[in-house]
């Protein structure tokens, strides 16, 4: 998943704000997985929108897009890897 900074430039980007304070408490280190669980956007989102208003609940949802697709690139990269080397392992040549 994309670090916070790389969260921050996005941010920035978008909006014109970091967002800073927004994108270190969804990416605490002791509180990663409930805040990224996506079962819980609309009990965390109601707080985030009243501390940080629509563009910061719209900052939230769009870090976990942001991380949910870096994650799926990463399975497809580590997949597509292992089925080449796999492929290759038993002698199978690439079509
Ligand atoms: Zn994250």
Known sequence: MPPVEKHLKISSERTGEEFREL???IDNPER???RHDITKIHEYGK????KY???G???YI???RDDVQAKF????YDFEK???ETLAYFGVKER
């Not at 707080?47 to 009243?50: A, F, G, P, S, V």
């Not at 690139?73 to 497809?76: A, G, K, V, Y």
Request: net charge negative; glycine share 4%; aromatic share 4%.
């Open 53 to 55: 208003g629509e563009k």
């Open 82 to 84: 292992a089925m080449k």
């Open 23 to 25: 994108h270190e408490w």
């Open 47 to 50: 707080m985030i929108e009243e």
């Open 57 to 59: 609940l719209q900052e």
């Open 73 to 76: 690139n990463h399975i497809l």
């Open 62 to 64: 769009q870090h976990i």
């Open 32 to 34: 990663k997985v409930e």
